[in-house]
């Protein structure tokens, strides 16, 4: 299993990126699929995550009304907008796979390598 996660970056506050997630090696569309991120000396948090069909997401308190997880199992994809970015979002942004749905980055076998979003105030 692959995941590689793209489009970090530098922002400034207010700003909008999109990451993407390609998986490889496995039935994507049975796979839930995470986004976590880890700040500096911060642990690793949910952020966002999308179900098998991508018909239900869930969101951390902190980026509700600002993310927006999607998949697209025709291209093996997730993806994650995120709109009114703030300098507290700046972080090591992963994604990862797993069976079901769950907060909890031990719940996710199967992880990418991260992408770095920095946003500037």
């Known amino acids: 299993v692959q995941l590689q996660a793209s489009g970090g970056g530098l922002v400034q506050a207010g700003g909008s990126l999109r990451l993407s997630c390609a998986a490889s090696g496995l039935i994507f569309e049975h796979y839930v699929i995470g986004w976590f991120r880890q700040a500096p000396g911060k642990e690793r948090e949910f952020v966002a995550t999308v179900s098998w069909s991508g018909d239900s997401t869930y969101y951390s308190d902190s980026v509700k009304g600002r993310f927006t997880i999607s998949r697209d199992n025709a291209k093996n994809q997730v993806y994650l907008q995120m709109n009114s970015l703030k300098p507290e979002d700046t972080a090591v942004y992963y994604c990862?796979?797993?069976?079901?749905?769950?907060?909890?980055?031990?719940?996710?076998?199967?992880w990418g390598q991260g992408t770095l979003v920095t946003v500037s105030s």
């Open positions: 990862a796979a797993a069976g079901g749905v769950g907060v909890l980055a031990s719940e996710y076998p199967y």
